[in-house]
């Protein structure tokens, strides 16, 4: 590789001492994920926002496709300037795959916020989303980047020549979070994932499904018998719990999950409901101390102890989730919830930009939600 | 008794052979469930509305309360008149098992829509609802009211003395009618019941956590750890599986049902979706048989092929069940939508009642659903 | 014309003595006005729902265009049989005026809800909606399809050869309901109209700006300078006035509507809000004798003292009318609220088809408005 | 007054040459409005918040009252520290007149979110808000805090000893912007102003009319004949146009506002839709160099040529303002469209205390509008 590639690959240091800025494009930048990385890009401290690309437009301004971005002199073009020092792609499924390539070799680093850097077997791709990966060898060097799961990973790229993110779809965040400290103890017997989001998940496309005739006043599940989410979920809880995979029929006591999304009368927001079958008997106290460890340092993740609302979260990167054992039962019940375009999105491939980047986890991320 | 009771009790007989006519009052008409017997009972074919109560009005136009029935010429007042054949009672919890025995004297029809005649076991108030009940002999003699459990026991009750019907809760009635075949065929192994409601089955007073800028654009979990609606869930279900209880620690394999609500922001509308672990390997072609067999010739439940939305029952009495398997993971998926107003409360009320009076089970419930 | 016509032209008399029947037909049934229609017209007691059409579908059932109607046993074919007493359409400006002389022709009463039929003047085609009219010999047998302005003339189409209703819009009705009386009085010096409607009334086809996402938690005008609704206002509200016209630069005084409306994030519903500087002053009292007078007999339009809201009226074919003055100001204000899928289309037009067929006015439309 | 008051008084210098730090206090903290303020003064960069009041709270954390807010350090005492340089108070009105003149005495700068300090002519507190006011002598100091009209009086605040701002309501705020270049060519004959409000600004108190089932799929106009906001809209008007009054009966041509506000179903958001009869004519091109001109400078305002949705500026100080000109009917509509709770309450009061402050105008305002 090139001597500007190894000269980028230094991603955190800056020889003059001034504030460091890093030149950042935008490929995807007209539907709702896209809109969300400009909002926040365009206020981060240490970002230049040198190039936005989306869907066939060119010299657009940025307020005609996003019409609350007005304000922004931003333009949208059909390319991005070729000294961009990292690249967020937000995308249909198999399309960064195929651009990834050739941003890498200009030494750009990439955050991938559709799934093609997520699951680190290619043989996931074909199942799970219907295409052949088409660089397996760039599935090895990705990281997930859910930086409470691979903090030091994401670090470690910014002395790496290549750096890749597969930053995590939005159910799976939510749900990971709120099973992680339970998966690392070891105490999954049996999961069923009960899931609930706003309608901005399904993104800006014009579906008769999602005009708000349809949508207000009713709820429904999707996804039925294998959303794409799962690969991902089972994917992390397995690499946690260091078992070699999941499959539900090898090995009693697996945790396999069971995953119903649901689409809700809202715009913003996930509620991941986690039903929990534990290994061995547990107490409440148990569980509150297990959780509270697990997140004590973590500038985005909660604990709470009352049942958390989406609206709790709306608009930032927090995380909030509470557990609860019910005595009667013996089932624990793990609740997440979070802005899918934030944390579940847009912020989140923030947070492990700013790690790939050296620079503070939350730069550009201080928003507090907003409530009412 | 009386003779007046004993003439009464044969509420299915009109001797003269002109269209039959029973006299109603409705105990309760304020709150949101009241607006809506008296919306459905106002048209109600069969049925003279001839007395409304409400909490501590007296001579106060309907439109008063419910303005959207302001063109009804129909007023609330302190009391019954006492020459009612049926009463509807929609109150909080204890207060129908103090009035019922007055009302019963008096030779009326009970058809209470709160729980004080849901649960058979007279120990379960004092559990699940904080309260002894006043009268267990009366617990003994009523019936719930889900007719597609108990279409013959309810009516029975037109050649009865004494008419007692405990209408189910909303969660109940979508939570079994999803069940039911699976339970029948002594399929549950396991079961999670994740269910979601608009807001409207919180009732009408005012309350901040149910204003309208805390609800909109957010979900929560609420009941965490044992929602009241379980004690009818669990008593209705061993009924069916012919087990003496559910006691979860007492029997390997035995239903314990993990029920856990979410708070949805919209009005009307409840979906329970049933995680089921089977107690057996089966095919979906079976699952079909059974539900197709089930529902075959119920009025108001309809089993579809595609995940239904509430929105699809919005304003009627309809139920849509919807039942698949998830081959990678063994779990059946039962889901039930109803409007928990109408077949969740006043809808189902009526179609009791009209059973108790050997009315035409579908009179006054014809509408269709509204949408969008 | 035919002796089939001659004879179908009696359209009120059953020789039969037996409860009247009307073959009606449905060309649109897709859209939502069209689901509506089919949602009245199948439980409407003189009406056999004999055929449906729509966009390119043949032998669909309707469950398949309409979840919500999937109980009904209906299907959607590519025409309508010949035998048709009467055919609603609801369709895009343009089509109905080439396919209604071929109806006529089969002796089937017209009742079109699209604005095909609204205007007299046939040049106010190519002025609001762009095209020639195709035939404006028809458009001179048309009657404005408002039974609360023209109830004569629609049941005088009862024993017409020639049966046309142009159903008018869901803004006009909501506005000029509530501005009649004053019309009627030559009270409208200064005319204001700010309308706001919920987004079924956009239709269903699916278009970005009107997804949940865009369309929740935001309002905002459109059609601004020339909604083409201000056609049909200006159209009665000069009949009312006896006037040749309403061109504002003709005549100091004169009536020029300036009308606005807004897109609400509901889906039903249109409240319309007309600021009127009268001609002379005037007293409160005087304006509620005036609307008392006016609406005392009318059977679906109520006038209330307070401020009415558009759930007031959902899912009925009710409108409410409020009426104020400013006595600070010296302003009229005239409120009209509807359900703007039934009194604003389907509901109004099996009005008008009632009185067309010499039905009673109200069959079909006995529902109470549904709330909450 | 006493010496530390004089030392206070000079609120824009810092000798030290540091970052500018203001102490802040809040009293009535918990309402939406207070929650609002706490969320964006936290994150001020020169504001540190020492002080929170709140209904009958002491040492309740923040996160108790506003759940979003939890992860804030802040906690709600009985009491203000002494030595807070600025004191936002968000109260029900009279409240702020009694509490401001002893905050004033300990040198404090008051931002008065509430009606208390808006009005100059202390007669308009009994007329419009039912209580004389105790201290006329302090209105006569006080400064509307609309920087758009106010720029220079409230920046002058930073050297006076006595600092009162009045922070304008909602609705004038969207009202004022939208009018302002017409009012100021003296262009207004005649005005009807149409506002549409989302429900965050009918407060956080438990209403049955505010309840989530009551407010859904549901409009209705309010405070007809005659909403409070009125008074600040014409003495603004009035005091651009130079006139001595605006009582409609004194001068024929005067403007007198007819103003009437909506609930819509949203949270947040303001559109003020104002009809303008102007006193001679205007083309389009000339109202666009009026508007244009009028706020090219201004950080919070922008002219766009397409109808504002509120959404364009909801979480934002943004205000889009749009003018057009209907040539069929010679009148102007000029609409305004704001996040009620930011440029229309916190947001705006935020600007003003800024300019009072010799802060930089747009500090802690930066945020860019959330969408979807």
Redesign the interface.
């Known amino acids: 590789m090139s001597t500007t590639l190894t000269s980028r690959s230094h991603r955190g240091i800056d020889p003059s001492g001034r504030p460091r800025r890093v030149r950042v494009g935008i490929i995807g930048a007209t539907g709702?994920v896209g809109?969300e990385l400009v909002?926040l890009l365009?206020?981060h401290p240490n970002v230049d926002l040198v190039g936005l690309t989306g869907r066939g437009r060119d010299h657009d301004p940025i307020g005609g496709v996003?019409?609350?971005?007005?304000?922004?002199d931003l333009d949208i073009h059909a390319e991005l300037p070729d000294d961009v020092d990292a690249v967020f792609m937000a995308l249909p499924h198999g399309a960064a795959a195929d651009l990834a390539p050739g941003l890498i070799e200009r030494g750009a680093a990439i955050i991938d916020l559709g799934p093609d850097f997520r699951l680190h077997d290619p043989g996931d791709y074909p199942r799970w989303y219907g295409f052949e990966h088409p660089r397996p060898d760039l599935l090895e060097l990705a990281v997930y980047g859910l930086p409470e799961f691979h903090r030091a990973e994401l670090s470690a790229l910014v002395a790496a020549d290549i750096a890749i993110v597969g930053a995590p779809g939005c159910y799976p965040t939510a749900t990971l979070l709120a099973l992680a400290p339970l998966a690392r103890a070891g105490l999954i017997a049996?999961l069923?994932v009960?899931a609930?989001s706003?309608?901005?998940g399904a993104g800006?496309?014009?579906?008769?499904g999602?005009?708000?005739?349809?949508?207000?006043?009713?709820?429904?599940?999707?996804g039925?018998?294998?959303h794409r989410h799962v690969a991902e979920i089972e994917q992390e809880l397995a690499e946690i719990t260091g078992r070699e995979g999941l499959d539900?029929g090898a090995n009693p006591g697996i945790i396999?999950?069971?995953f119903?999304p649901?689409l809700?009368?809202?715009?913003?927001?996930i509620?991941s409901?986690c039903?929990v079958?534990p290994t061995r008997p547990i107490t409440q106290a148990e569980l509150d101390r297990l959780y509270a460890t697990a997140y004590e340092d973590e500038p985005f993740v909660?604990v709470?102890a009352n049942?958390?609302?989406?609206?709790?979260?709306?608009?930032s990167n927090?995380v909030r989730i509470?557990v609860?054992?019910?005595?009667?039962?013996?089932?624990i019940?793990a609740?997440g919830?979070e802005d899918n375009l934030v944390k579940g999105a847009a912020g989140q491939a923030i947070q492990a930009f700013n790690l790939v980047h050296g620079l503070p986890e939350t730069a550009g991320l201080?928003?507090?939600?907003?409530?009412?």
């Open positions: 709702y809109g909002r365009a206020r996003h019409q609350h971005l007005a304000t922004l049996d069923v009960d609930k706003g309608v901005s800006r496309e014009a579906r008769a999602l005009l708000y005739g349809e949508v207000n006043e009713s709820v429904k599940a999707y039925i018998g294998g539900p396999a999950v069971d119903l649901h809700i009368p809202m715009t913003r927001g509620l409901a039903h079958r909660t709470v049942a958390p609302a989406t609206k709790d979260v709306t608009a927090h509470h609860s054992l019910d005595e009667r039962t013996g089932r019940l609740i919830v201080e928003q507090l939600p907003l409530s009412p």
